[in-house]
Each structure stands twice: as C-alpha cells, then as structure tokens.
C-alpha cells in the first residue's frame, strides 16, 4: 500500500512540474517577444537563457549566441555555442563564430568558419572578409584566390565599412579589394613596391574618400625614399 501511495505521489508531483514548466515556458516566450518590441537586449538574452534551460533548443542558443555577438559581448557568444568547426552548425552560427573569433583577434579560427560560410554561399563581402584576415595570417597566396574573385565579382555599388577613423566611413568594395592586392603585391616580393603603390591609385580612382588606401600609399612611398640601408633594418 505504501508503495502504490509513493508512486500516486510521485505521479502527482510529476504532473505538477510538467504544468509548472509549461507555463514558464509560455511565460518567456511571451516576455521574449514583448522584450524584442522594446528592442531590450538584456530582456531578450535574460528570456532566451531561461528558455534553454527549461526547454533546450539549438536555434534558441544560436539567437542567444547572435543577440551576444550583435552586441558586442563575443566571448558570451562563443560560451553559449563554442569555438569548434562543425558542417551541422546552422548558418547563423557559423556567422557568429567567424565574426566573434575574428572580433577576439584570432584571424585563424575565424578563417576557418568564414571558409564554411563561402563554401555554403559564396559572394564578395565574404571573399574580402577572407582575404583580409589571410593576409594577416601571412598566407598572402591564399588572399590572392579571394581578392582575384572578388574584383571580378563586387558591384560598383557595394560598400565595406572601415574604422580608422574617429568615425567609421564606407568606401567602395571594389578599390578595397585593389588595397588588399597591393598588399599582397608588396607583401610577397618587396622590391615591387611601385606596382603595389600603382594598385592603391587604381583603387583611389575608383573611390578618392577611400582613406586607409591613402593611408597605405603614403606608408609605402615613404618606405620608397628612405636610404637602403634603412629599409634592411
């Protein structure tokens, strides 16, 4: 008798906490949606933590982890979805992996997730994310595959956005590819410094507000006239 009596018990308690979970999980589906109204982030991330934890969900995590990123908390996004390659991941978090790891200055990781990406929708924007970080990783060959697409692939009307600046500008994706070949140019053989310097006034004539091309023409023609015996320092 009492083991029927622990076992009614345990039925009971066990409806009781499958009722109470359901409703919280109404409850922060509801404030989920009134926090993505007001445009809170805190509310959302607050929600969707405790949506995972009363119902896990792989898209939950990679909005989670996303809302983390947009907001510039990357190593919160990379905790709640992980640093690791993996072909299941869904778009989105294979966004926020290269972007986040990109973000924390590890060019090598996040190559590794934008390489994912290109391979499932290749396309200009992501070439140059690419080609940008393989030129910081020393491997300029590779860059040079991402650059040659992208020149032949970016619209006259794409835009990249740079930072050098107090305030952040766009310049044309197209004279940034030229920049990053003129890069690529000099980086491999230093002694065509003028066919590098060349590519940057290609690129400042297609876009003349282009300011880190300048930046760099101005860099690379100072190295130009200095004595050689500086240069080998």
């Excluded at 109404?26 to 949606?33: G, V």
């Excluded at 445009?39 to 949506?51: F, S």
């Excluded at 690129?203 to 101005?218: E, T, Y």
């Amino acid at each position: 008798m009492k083991k029927v009596a622990f076992v009614f018990l345990f039925s009971i308690s066990y409806l009781v906490s499958a009722q109470s979970n359901g409703e919280l999980q109404k409850h922060y589906e509801a404030f989920y949606k009134e926090m993505r109204l007001q445009a809170d982030v805190n509310g959302m991330i607050n929600a969707l933590t405790h949506l995972n934890v009363l119902s896990p969900s792989k898209e939950r995590k990679d909005t989670l982890a996303y809302i983390y990123a947009n907001d510039n908390r990357h190593m919160q996004a990379l905790n709640t979805i992980g640093v690791e390659k993996d072909e299941s991941d869904s778009d989105l978090a294979v966004q926020v992996k290269a972007l986040s790891l990109k973000a924390i200055n590890q060019p090598k990781r996040a190559i590794e997730h934008f390489e994912v990406l290109n391979k499932r929708t290749p396309n200009a924007y992501l070439a140059y994310e690419l080609a940008d970080l393989k030129i910081q990783t020393g491997d300029n060959v590779g860059a040079s595959a991402n650059i040659e697409y992208g020149i032949l692939n970016a619209k006259d009307d794409m835009k990249h956005a740079f930072y050098e600046r107090q305030q952040p500008y766009q310049a044309s994706l197209k004279a940034a590819f030229m920049h990053l070949k003129a890069l690529t140019v000099y980086n491999q053989d230093k002694n065509k410094i003028d066919d590098a310097i060349a590519l940057i006034d290609e690129a400042l004539k297609i876009d003349p507000n282009f300011n880190l091309a300048g930046l760099s023409k101005q860099a690379l023609e100072t190295r130009k006239n200095q004595p050689e015996a500086e240069k080998e320092e």
